[in-house]
Structures are given as C-alpha cells and as structure tokens.
C-alpha cells in the first residue's frame, strides 16, 4: 500500500511501469551520448554518465556509468537555481558546469544539463557528465604536476550555452578559443546536448501518457520504498562506530610525503554517518577534490557493501550522511588543483567497506587495486603532422571476499562500466604499438580466496612523445581480510632491459623518443581468509590457468 503522507495513492502496476520507463529514459539519454560524441574517450571508454531528475533536483533515473558520479549530478542543477533562482529556467534552455569545486571533480568533467517541461510546467531535469579531451590546461589533455586551478583549464560556472532550443555564440566561442581541439570539443558539447534534448523528450513523453501528477505519485512511492529498504539494510548492521585508515603515495609534487585518508563510520538504527574530518589537508599538488566527490565516493563504498540490490533514486541516500572538513583534502577550496582528483576517492571507497568489514564479515571484500592508473601520451602525430592525445585507464586485481576469488584485469570501481581502450582504436588513432597486453600472474593476494591479478601492457611509440603517468597505491596496496594477504603494487618502468631502464609512478610531460617501451604493471587485489586454507585443487586451478606461478 501506498504510505497516505506522501501524495495520491497510486497503484503498484502503474508504479513499476513507470519506474522501468524513468530508467529506460536514462538508458536512452546515455546511449545519445556515446553515439555521438566525438572523441574516444567518450565513445570507446565511455568516461561519462547520465540521470533524468526530478523538478526538485532529485533522481528519477541514472544509468549505467562511472559510478563516481554516483547521485551527483543533481550538485550542478541545484547550484544554477542557488544563483540565478528558481525562474532561471525556461523551456529549451541548456547549461555548462565544470568547477570543480562545485561538481568535485577535475575541470575536464564537463556536465551539461537543461531543464524538461511539460505542458508549461517544470516536470524535471536532464544531465550528463563527460570527460572532454582538453580544456586548455597548460599540458595538454591535463597535468600530473599543477598546484593550482589556473593550471587546468578552463573553468566554468553555471553558464548558459543553448536558449529557447538555439545555441549560444558567445559561450561557444569562449570554449572554441581556450581548448587545443575545438571541433572535436565543439562535437562532445553537442553530443551532450542532443543527450539532454532527448532526456525532454522521454520525460515529456511519460507525463503526457501518465499526467504529471501521476508521474509524481509514483516517484514518491519510489523514493518511500527506496528508503525504506535502505534503512532496512542499515538497521541489521549492528550499531557502533566503525575506523579505517589508508594513505595515498603523494601529492604528485612531494613525492617522498604520503596523505592520510581516515574514515569514521557510525551506525545508529537505520542511519549511517560517515565522517571525513580526519584527513590530510588540501595537497599542494592536484590530488584535491570539491566535498561533492568525496560525498559521492561514500555513496559509492556503501552501495558496494549495504545496498547494492536497492536501484538508485532519491530515495537512495536519505539514511546516509557524510561529513567533510573544508580546505581539507576531500573537500577543497581554490585554488587547489583538482587534475587527480580520484586517487583518494578509489581508496576512500575501499576504506569504508574495510571500515565496515567486522560487521559485515560476510559481505565485505578485500581491497582492490583501487586507482584508475592513468597512461597519457601527447605529440604530433609523425602520420598527419596533427596534435594528438591518448589517456587511458588501466585494468587490474579486484579484491576477494567470503566465497569467491577477486576478479582480475577488471577496471576500477571509481570508473564502473568505463572500458580500457582497445588495442585496434589505440593503435589506429594514435602512433603507438602494443607490444603484449596479458595478464600479471602473482599479483593477487594470497588467501582461502586469492586476490584478482593486475595486467601488464607495453607500448612501443612510434613517433618523439610527451609521456605523462599516474600511479598509485604503492604506499598502501590492497589489502586482505581475515587473514587474506595484500596483492602487489602497481609498477612502471621505461625502456625495461636496457641501460636506460627507469622506474616511475608519476611523470608529467616527460619527453621520450620513437622506439621507447613503456611497461605499465597494475596492481592485483588482496585475498581473504588465510592462504593455507585454499584448497589444492583450487591450487592446481590458479597454476593450470596462469592465474599463479608457483
């Protein structure tokens, strides 16, 4: 039955047909997207995601996407209305975000988003977020080494780029004359557009078969149901304040100095309060995120771990609360440098399912490898005589868990159903040969369930290159429950074999030649339960499959 506070009865049949039509909205959204866009990034690593909103800014519908987004979209919607007010909105309308400090993440995160009526009335909001190529930072497609905002791009409010279904010349210029590839950028703009257009259309599609005060009633019934089972699953987690504690490697300027990341977590009843207080202040260099990120990484931790049969909505997060401490680390100020602004975000998120892991026994996992483990190449390319850059995230070792080995040469959960670029548009696109891509045996923890394995990929460049790396979890790799032992860290070296061979985790713009090889090794995921307990044939298994060594 309906709960009589929260609106018109509904009923049951209608609720879910509903409830499938608002998801599938989303899915459509998301799938404009990819299509459409211009650049790799997008269409073949898919670095974006997608959500239909309600008029009060709360989710009706995410798609599948990088789970770091995970209920933050709505931050961009909210802040508009903030500054402009409610009656900024008007029918046709597109809008441009990427502070950082406003969305949390790094300036490349571009969200674009418009309001839907319906019948003259606000029924709710279309948005997406996507990672364009470049956005003028002072090394192209983005810097390892920048202390500061300035450094990265350019930096935009809540701006206005199409009115009344038009484009805007003016904001469209600004992005045009301070990006290094403004058709391509242009393209991914558009693409982001044409998501949130089609985002209108689904929703003005759905109020007009339903009436919007139907629409309405079911979301309500929606959300109470959400909450509902989430604080179900919160109350049968025993009351008491959980810690847990990691480091990030550096700052990726003092590279001798680690960040602690600490986590408090108290359960009381069917509410969750996760404190971040306790960590390092804002770095100097661009490990910095805006508190939005640091709230959403939460969310994401406790997903993983709480809830995650409940489908996301509104309803998702009422029972959650997390606090952060400004000019902090996890909630920073400018002008901080936001670039790599998910290294802490991928170990926050380990760090609440390890924090609640002794309650949870048998539903934690061992930590991942945890970091997205950026390889970024930038030249000209020798084929065309054109600027060109490649950024990608790398695979690797997932922890394992009461049950079940970890899974290797998966991506990270930061980055959920963000794909590692294919060897075949790699090698097309860009000058570059991938000279093996295999998986890196012995890196998963030990355990009675072993840790998932990291990968190894070599390149061989083809042409003089602008080299940059980010690395991390080296100070602290993924650990093992129960007893399960840590899996291997990540590891990097340049012309590997050779006179010249060098180790590195994090480089910027580090000049190589035609014929260099750069190995990138990730690191695998812990174990869990003591080693000596797995069993021989599972043993043999690991052995016959490559999976271990010896």
Known sequence: MSDPTIGPAIDPVTTEIIRCALLQAAEDMNTTLIRSSYTPVIYEAKDCAVALLDRDHNVLGQSSGLPIFLGNLEVCTRETERVYGREVWEEGDVWVLNDSYIGGTHLNDVTVY?????????AGFAASRAHWLDVGSKDPGGSMNSTSIFQEGLRLGPVKVYAGGRPCRDPHEVISRNVRFPHATLGDLRAQVSCAMTGQRRLREIVSRWGLETVMAARDEIFAQTERMERAAIAAIPDGVYEAS????????????????????????????????????????????????????????????VSGDVPL????????????????????EAPAACQYYYSHLGLLIDLVVKA????????????????????????????????????????????????????????????????????????????VRV???????????????????????????????????????????????????AGAPPRVTLNPGTPGEREMLKVNALPVSAGDVLRCESGGGGGYGPAERRSPSARAADLAEGMTTN
């Open 435 to 485: 000279r093996r891509y295999e998986m890196r045996p012995d890196t998963g923890g030990a355990g009675q369930w072993r840790g998932g394995n990291g990968v190894v990929r070599e390149y061989e460049f083809c042409g003089d290159t602008s080299l940059s790396l980010w690395f991390e979890r080296s100070v602290t790799p993924a650990w093992g429950l129960a007893g399960g032992a």
């Open 246 to 305: 990691g480091f990030l490697d550096n700052d990726g300027i003092d590279l001798d100095t680690p960040l602690p990341v600490n986590v408090t977590v108290t359960v009381s009843g069917e509410s969750v309060h996760v404190d971040l207080t306790d960590c390092a202040d804002q770095a100097l260099g661009p490990v910095n995120c805006g508190a939005a990120q640091a709230v959403a990484a939460v969310r994401v931790g406790y997903k993983l771990l």
């Open 356 to 431: 609640l892991a002794p309650a949870l026994p048998g539903k934690a996992a061992a930590a991942s490898y945890g970091d997205s483990m950026i390889v970024q190449f930038t030249g000209t390319d020798p084929r065309t005589g054109k600027l060109y850059v490649s950024q990608e995230a790398t695979v690797g070792g997932w922890g394992a868990w009461e049950g079940g080995d970890g899974e290797s040469c998966l991506i990270n959960n930061v980055n959920g159903s963000l794909r590692d670029m294919p060897i075949e548009v790699l090698e097309t696109l860009f000058p």
């Open 313 to 332: 909505n509104g309803g998702s997060f009422r029972p959650l609360s997390v606090e952060t401490r400004p000019g902090s680390m996890l909630a920073a």
């Open 114 to 122: 418009g309001p839907i009526f319906a019948g003259g009335e606000l």
